[in-house]
């Protein structure tokens, strides 16, 4: 599981049954069937790219939010200012990914703004929506609503629930979060019940073998060690080459 092949299967499954479609679509046309796709991008950008590049190929466009404040990767370094440039000219969208901590909702509005300028004025272009990450309660329930902005949460794409049943929900959300399906796996999916699908995707957990979870953070550890490495080097004219193998 986990391998860009089984990626492609269930965008391809999943096309079959369901217009795969932008938020945007959504809001304008009011669709009563769709699967909109949206990526959480935690670990790696890197990674992200690779599954742009996937959705390319395939004819699909979905969304992938950076975080501004984590503290594993820089959102604003050169380089991945660039990844996230290229993952946009492949014709997906950009959007916030952020964790604020609970507060009332004026200004948890203010919060998701800055973070979202932030992002616009490093990456010269605009952002237009933001998904929380690992959302607290207060905070689905809150359906928030920025003006000009698309919550990933709202209730025309997802709906709060406390049950493991998503097949009850008028819209069906998935994702593979700590690289489990926890609320049921998209190859398995009746279409005859789900026709609104929000699909969820850490690109992290993704990679052209595919591994279970312990083997995943090896090669993810290794992959992040080797940048690191790296980037010391060429910043450091006196770093240990020995380093390096």
Known sequence: MFSHTEYKNIINLISQYLPIVDYKDIIKKGLSEFCVIRHDVEFSLDRA???????KQLGVISTYTVQLRNNTYNALSEKNVNLVHEIKSLGHKIGLHQNPPLMPERELKLYV?????????YYGFKIDRYAFHRPKQEQLKMYLDIPGLINCY?????????????????VTYLADSNHKWKYGYPMELDFNIVKKL?????????????YEKYGNFLS?????KKEMLYDMDSENKAFPKELLL
């Open 49 to 55: 790219l690779k599954l742009a590049e996937i959705e």
């Open 113 to 121: 703004l800055k973070d979202i300028q932030t992002l616009e004025y």
């Open 154 to 170: 709202d209730k025309k794409f997802f709906q709060y629930f406390e049950v493991e049943k998503p097949g009850e929900l008028s």
């Open 198 to 210: 929000q699909l969820n995707t850490h690109p992290f957990s993704w990679t052209e073998q595919g």
């Open 220 to 224: 993810l550890i290794e992959e992040r």
